[in-house]
């Protein structure tokens, strides 16, 4: 009777430790804790991938973005590639341009003040009046010289004509000369002024059609969102690389062109003060 009780009890007892032991097995492990859990990486959720670091690149490059953009934007990207060529074109021509003006005219001042007289000067730089500085001069000094052909003597009181008419043939020179060395000025100020806003234009045709896509496919997801708005902040950056050279070259050709007449301008009160004291010298 008691071997038969022990039995019961036995079997009573190990019944639910057993099913204990299995629950043990089966239950999920508890999360790690401690130093070695602050440094453990996480690993992705099931099914989840990330894209390879280059194709990601690869897809917000120059070359995609315009090819990705609507045609209104391709036609402002273009339009202002276009813009800063010309541009540059523009800049280095006149960069050089200036640069010979200046070395010429040194070299003439220095001659002009060495001490050859006028009429060797005239011979020398009528046949390659090739600069504004030369060019002035030939045009006062023939003017002079016209004045004493086919007259015996020089009166008193033509000689207020002739300087009037030296100094206006120089002038009109000096207006002469400018015209070509502004030359494309304007355009430059036109690019410089205009590109920002044909890149705004692109820039907001852009976003337009961002929300028209986030409006479409009813996802405001960066990845829907993001090319238009990359396409659209890349117009403006173009606008930008357009203007910013145009505005600060415009700027400096400004100044070297202004700081340039003022050498003409000095030079010719210089000359006519010459011209116009030889005059007197003839009256007497």
Known sequence: ??????????????????????????????????????????SAPPGVGSAPAGDVISSFSIVSMFLRADIIVKAVMILLLLASLWSWTIIFNKLVTLSNLKRKARRFDKLFW??????????????????????MFIAGLREWRRAFEGAVTL?????????????????????????????????????????????????????????????????????????????????????????IPAVIFYNRFVSDIGRYVNQLDAFADEFSAILSRQLDEKVR
């Open 1 to 42: 009777m008691i071997k038969h009780l022990a039995a019961a009890f036995l079997i009573l007892f190990a019944v639910p430790t057993a099913a204990m032991a299995q629950g043990a097995q089966s239950a999920p492990i508890a999360a790690p804790t401690g130093p070695a859990a602050d440094s453990q990486a996480l």
């Open 114 to 135: 060495s001490g050859q007289s006028l009429d060797e000067l005239y011979q020398q730089f009528a046949a390659r009046n090739d600069h504004p500085l030369a060019a």
């Open 155 to 243: 009166r008193e009181s033509m000689l207020p004509g002739i300087k009037e008419r030296i100094d206006r043939a120089m002038s009109v020179t000096i207006l002469r000369e400018l015209d070509g060395i502004e030359k494309n000025l304007g355009m430059l100020a036109t690019i410089g002024s205009v590109s920002p806003f044909v890149g705004l234009f692109g820039t907001v045709w852009g976003i337009m059609n961002s929300f028209s896509a986030i409006a479409a496919r009813h996802d405001t997801t960066l990845a829907v969102v993001a090319p238009g708005i990359a396409e659209a902040l890349f117009a403006t950056a173009m606008g930008l690389l357009a203007a």
